[in-house]
């Protein structure tokens, strides 16, 4: 997307940046986000339990920012990544002159560094640095000492330095700098963590770290494999993965931050740093389908290691390297993003049961065997344990797919992912010739088809429910037609997507289900966004169903929201035309990759039975 200009008022902090105002960088390990004023407010420690650096976005500058802005009250902005790249440009005209400031995180090696170099454009421009240092969400204020070249920063298991290209006086534990800034001259910092039991960084160049890292991105970009209309727009949303992914493993996680709100000021603040395998089949098909196949391999694997053990006890989510303790707490010293509490850190979802995980996980094996990926003999050993669980568990209630805080039910949608492992199963020994009582999974591939549609579907209303029994609708069933439970064409899909369109589009953007009424499913209090990647499978079904203008005009509307550096959040609050959820939202970019093959395919399709 093209960059855009605005008035930023970076000195008032008591009017808080929106969350579309930020940008990610990242080293494949951990990221940063950086705002639109020059601040960074929210950074990820490279250790599992991802305690955060700074926490500026939950609480306010007291718990730890860095920001470099100019020292004018008001300036203009405009902002945009290097091609191809997480590289970070913003640039501030002053009334004296312009700057640039250049922000990334090399690929991550040994240590995980945060480059910033500020670059005069024109003019002088008047500078400040302010750096808190706070770890563990905001709450310890580190002990800093002065080394010949660097400030040393330790409390407990972290150590960070800091190589400043200006000079800095330091005061009640924030360290500052003011310096002008003329055309043609650069001013480097470099912000490095590390363990801190563990020898100092040495000291490096950071005009060569952000060489190294715009080359190291370019190489990887170049081997995007879409070539369609909507190419920078996948593009972007590919490196957002990429980004978000924790490269030893493989795991990908669903954002980089906890506690951003669905609603704002509201309850339902939940912590996204974790690996999902709801996320496993659309995430392998966006990755394959894109050209990234050491990725999807990769993906895999993690997959393939974190369900290990009894399928009864698979799980709805891991940490990044496979951790299955996630405990949830409340970090009540954090105010919260504009007022939003409680702030939590762990996903107490970890102890739900979610049957549709067992479809996800099968769908995924499935899609990496179609892609044509090496074999793991682990694979098909896994989805038999799945499978002799499925066959005696599919019956189960169970939280579902949004990990409802309620009561357990008959999810519509779970009993349709267990039809689709079911189906999974089958498809292995037919088309794969790997050894399974093909005749008993038919049987039980019939038998849920055949309750899902006795059950689940609502004669009268010409819908399929949210759950057995319920009038309600939910946005997870447009994913019938996508996993191939029924084709478009049926007209229980079609009566199904009207439903959804009547009944949770707002403004045309799909909610996940209504949250306002008497007896909502969830318990919580009413009110959330609507829901970014339901509102992509519905741009999949209009273009099943041939309403390709209409596939068309709301995948441009979805485009849209992108902030101008082209990242999504989980939601967005169609009131106030604000950005809401965790940020950058891996699900929603995952949907957005698929959904630009869907349409491009589409329109391959139309444009073939034109010319024949």
Same mark, same amino acid.
């Given at each position: ?8 008022? /970076? ?23 950086? %705002? ?40 203009? $902005? ?35 560094d945060v480059v910033r170099i500020v670059e ?23 002990? +800093? ?27 009640? +534990? ?16 470099? *912000? ?93 098909? &966006? ?15 993690? *997959? ?11 799980? =709805?989510?891991?940490?990044? #390297? ?13 105010p919260g993003y504009e007022g939003s509490r ?21 769908? &995924? ?13 682990? &694979? ?6 799945? +499978? ?37 199963? =089958? ?20 038998? $849920? ?6 059950? %689940? ?24 037609? *996508? $996993?191939?439970?029924?084709?478009? /064409?049926?007209?229980r899909v079609r009566g199904t997507v009207a ?19 008497? %007896? ?30 209409? #596939? ?12 101008? =550096? ?7 609050? $169609? ?38």
């Amino acid at each position: 997307m093209a960059p855009q200009s605005r008035l930023n008022q /970076s000195e008032d902090d008591s009017l808080p940046l929106r969350i579309e105002d930020y940008a990610l960088i990242g080293d494949t390990h951990t990221g940063a986000l950086v %705002g639109s004023d020059g601040s960074i407010d929210w950074l990820c420690l490279p250790r599992f339990d991802s305690a955060a650096a700074f926490a500026a976005l939950l609480g306010g500058p007291q718990h730890g920012r860095w920001l470099l802005a100019p020292a004018a009250r008001e300036h203009r $902005v405009r902002r945009k990544y290097r091609g191809g790249t997480l590289v970070l440009e913003t640039e501030f005209q002053t009334d004296t002159g312009a700057v640039r400031l250049i922000d990334c995180m090399p690929h991550r090696h040994e240590h995980a560094d945060v480059v910033r170099i500020v670059e005069g454009l024109s003019g002088r421009v008047r500078m400040r640095m302010e750096l808190a240092l706070r770890f563990d969400y905001g709450q310890i204020e580190p002990w +800093m000492r002065r080394l010949d070249d660097r400030l040393l920063f330790t409390a407990g298991p972290d150590g960070a330095t800091l190589q400043a290209g200006v000079a800095t006086t330091t005061e009640d +534990m924030v360290t500052r700098a003011e310096f002008v800034v003329a055309e043609g001259q650069r001013v480097p910092f470099l *912000l490095s963590w590390f363990p801190s039991h563990t020898p100092l960084p040495e000291c490096v160049d950071a005009e060569r770290l952000v060489t190294e890292t715009e080359a190291w991105w370019r190489d990887w970009t170049s081997r995007l494999g879409y070539r369609g209309e909507w190419r920078d727009a996948v593009l972007r949303s590919a490196i957002t993965l990429k980004a978000l992914t924790y490269e030893p493993t493989g795991g990908i996680v669903a954002a980089l931050t906890t506690s951003l709100p669905e609603k704002l000021g509201g309850v339902r603040n939940w912590d996204y740093r974790y690996v999902w395998l709801r996320d496993a089949a659309f995430t392998l098909d &966006a990755l394959t389908a894109s050209g990234y196949l050491d990725e999807a391999r990769a993906w895999r694997d993690w *997959l393939l290691r974190a369900a290990a053990g009894d399928a009864s006890k698979l799980q =709805v989510m891991y940490g990044p #390297a496979g951790e299955r303790r996630l405990p949830e707490m409340e970090a009540g010293w954090l105010p919260g993003y504009e007022g939003s509490r409680p702030v939590r850190i762990g996903n107490a979802a970890v102890g739900q049961f979610q049957l549709d995980v067992f479809g996800e996980v099968m769908d &995924a094996l499935h899609l990496a065997r179609q892609s044509g990926m090496e074999p793991d003999p682990a &694979a098909w050993a896994l989805q038999r344990a799945v +499978m002799e669980f499925l066959e005696s568990s599919w019956q189960q209630a169970d939280q579902g797919i949004w990990e409802v805080r309620g009561p357990r039910r008959q999810f519509t949608h779970s009993k349709v992912m267990a039809w689709v492992a079911f189906d999974r199963a =089958v498809q292995a020994v037919e088309r794969s010739g790997l050894p399974g009582p093909i005749d008993r999974w038919r049987r039980l591939r019939a038998e $849920v088809h055949a309750d899902v549609c006795r059950q %689940g579907y609502d004669g009268d209303r010409q819908t399929f429910t949210q759950s057995y029994g319920s009038p309600a609708v939910d946005a997870s069933l447009l994913l019938l037609p *996508l $996993v191939g439970f029924l084709p478009a /064409s049926d007209e229980r899909v079609r009566g199904t997507v009207a439903a959804v369109e009547r009944e949770l589009c707002q403004d045309g953007f799909v909610l996940r289900y209504a949250t306002d009424e008497a %007896g909502a499913v969830d318990g919580l209090p009413p009110g959330e966004g609507a829901f970014l990647a339901c509102s992509f499978w519905l741009v999949d079904n209009l273009t099943l169903l041939g309403r390709h203008d209409d #596939a068309r005009q709301l995948c441009q509307r979805l485009l849209g929201l992108q902030n101008d =550096v082209g990242l999504l959040a989980e939601q967005y609050d $169609v009131g106030r035309r604000r950005l809401v959820g965790n940020f950058p939202q891996a699900f929603s970019h995952v949907a957005l990759i698929n959904t630009a093959h869907s349409l491009s395919r589409s329109a391959a399709e139309v444009e073939h039975q034109a010319e024949s």
